[in-house]
């Protein structure tokens, strides 16, 4: 739920044409939901000691999602304006 209201936060902001200094904190926030939800999953990456790999591998591919998703409300924005 949080996800998906954090991935359409992205394209709204987009479609304002808001600064793109907003991707950095969006997927820093993407990566830290994707690693604690659903419940119990950040625990299990806790005790094997892999959390903060974990967290630091996925913020590419969470910042390419943000960055992809901000760029459509972008253009939707400069044609619709």
């Known amino acids: 739920m949080l996800g998906t209201v954090l991935l359409i936060g992205m394209i709204v902001l987009g479609y304002f044409h808001i600064t793109p200094w907003v991707l950095i904190p969006g997927a820093i926030v993407a990566s830290f939901l994707g690693l604690h939800y659903p419940p119990g999953k950040a625990e299990m990456i806790k005790q094997r000691g892999i ?9 590419p591919l ?5 960055a992809a998703l ?8 400069a044609l619709f304006k």
């Open 51 to 59: 959390y903060w790999q974990s967290f630091m591998s996925s913020l």
């Open 70 to 77: 901000f760029g459509v409300g972008w253009g939707v924005g």
């Open 62 to 66: 969470q910042a390419a999602l943000v």
